[in-house]
C-alpha cells in the first residue's frame, strides 16, 4: 500500500522521503532521513527524521515511532562552509603559481594545478604527502614550513620544486 505523505514536503523529497518509510515499514529497521518542508510561514526548512517501526507491531499497521528535528541552521552553515570551499578552492587555482597548503606536520592539505604540473603528481597522490619530499633541498624547505608555523613567515626563501622527470621549478616561499 502506498505510504502517504503531506503536502507539506517538498515535492523534491517526497518520493525518497515515501521510500525510506516503506523500506522501515517493511523491514523494521531503524531509519532516518533528511528532507524540506514548506513551513506555515512559506520558508523552506530542513528537517531530520529517525525512527522505526515499534517491536510489537504488525507489519503494514502503519505505525512507526520515532523523531524529528529542524536542522535548517546546520544546513546553512554546511551549505556556507561549503561555498567558502569552493570560494578557497577558486582562489587556489587561479594562481600560475605552484601553491600548496599544509598542516604543522608538514603534510599537504590541497594544491593547485600548477603544482601537479610542477611534481608530476596529481592532487590525490599529493595530498597528505610530506611537504619537503618535493624539494630538491627537503631539509631547507621542512626548515621553511617550520618557521612559518612558529613566526608567522619567511619572505624569498628560495627553493627548487623536483619533478618526477627529474626537472626542477624554482620557487620563492
Not at 103 to 114: E, F, H, L, T, Y
Not at 145 to 158: I, L, M, N, P, S
Amino acid at each position: 500500500q502506498p505510504i502517504a505523505i503531506t503536502g507539506r514536503v517538498s515535492y523534491e523529497d517526497r518520493e525518497r522521503l515515501r521510500q525510506v518509510v516503506a523500506q522501515a515499514m517493511q523491514s523494521g529497521e531503524e531509519f532516518r532521513v533528511e528532507y524540506r518542508i514548506l513551513s506555515p510561514d512559506g520558508s523552506l526548512r530542513w528537517i531530520v527524521s529517525r525512527g522505526r517501526r515499534p517491536p510489537k507491531s504488525v507489519p503494514g499497521s502503519g505505525a512507526l515511532m520515532g523523531v524529528s528535528m529542524d536542522i535548517t541552521e546546520r544546513k546553512r552553515a554546511e551549505d556556507a562552509l561549503h561555498r567558502a570551499g569552493m570560494y578557497n578552492r577558486s582562489l587556489i587555482e587561479a594562481s600560475l603559481a605552484p601553491l600548496a597548503t599544509i598542516g604543522p606536520d608538514g603534510r599537504i592539505a590541497d594544491v593547485n594545478a600548477a603544482t601537479e604540473a610542477a611534481t608530476g603528481c596529481t592532487r590525490q597522490e599529493l595530498i597528505g604527502t610530506d611537504f619537503s619530499e618535493y624539494f630538491t633541498e627537503p631539509e631547507k624547505a621542512r626548515a621553511g614550513y617550520e618557521r612559518v608555523f612558529r613566526e608567522g613567515q619567511v619572505r624569498d626563501y628560495a627553493l627548487d620544486v623536483r619533478h618526477r622527470d627529474g626537472r626542477t621549478t624554482s620557487v620563492l616561499y
